[in-house]
């Protein structure tokens, strides 16, 4: 019992050393999941690396203006309808991204 203690606090340290590798893994595969969920409403979109975050949008001028209207047409919108499908799908890629993250972390060679 004392060996699966002190192995259990050995992990849970080098777990807290990798939170940020963990961390952008996951933000990495949300943010994907996010883009091939909403891809099919505007080819324009793209994934942008903003620090430890990642924002997908577009920077079509079109896309803005169907999503938010004009003064000459109403508001048409394409991303806000996605979205609620679209959580799933990120917080499964996020799981199987941290997952993934935490096993190749016990694999690695120090």
């Avoid at 340290?13 to 883009?35: D, G, I, N, T, Y």
């Avoid at 080819?43 to 079109?62: C, F, H, T, W, Y």
């Avoid at 508001?75 to 917080?91: D, K």
């Amino acid at each position: 019992m004392k060996l699966r203690a002190i192995q259990s606090a050995f992990f849970a340290k080098r777990l807290r050393a990798a939170a940020p590798q963990l961390a952008e893994a996951v933000v990495e595969a949300a943010a994907s999941a996010l883009h091939a969920e909403a891809k099919p409403g505007a080819e324009a979109l793209a994934i942008e690396k903003q620090g430890a975050r990642s924002v997908v949008g577009s920077n079509d001028p079109v896309d803005a203006a169907r999503e938010f209207g004009t003064l000459d047409q109403p508001p048409s919108p394409w991303l806000a309808p996605v979205l609620p499908l679209a959580l799933e799908p990120m917080r499964a890629a996020a799981r199987t991204a941290a997952a993934r993250a935490v096993s190749q972390f016990g694999n690695r060679k120090k």
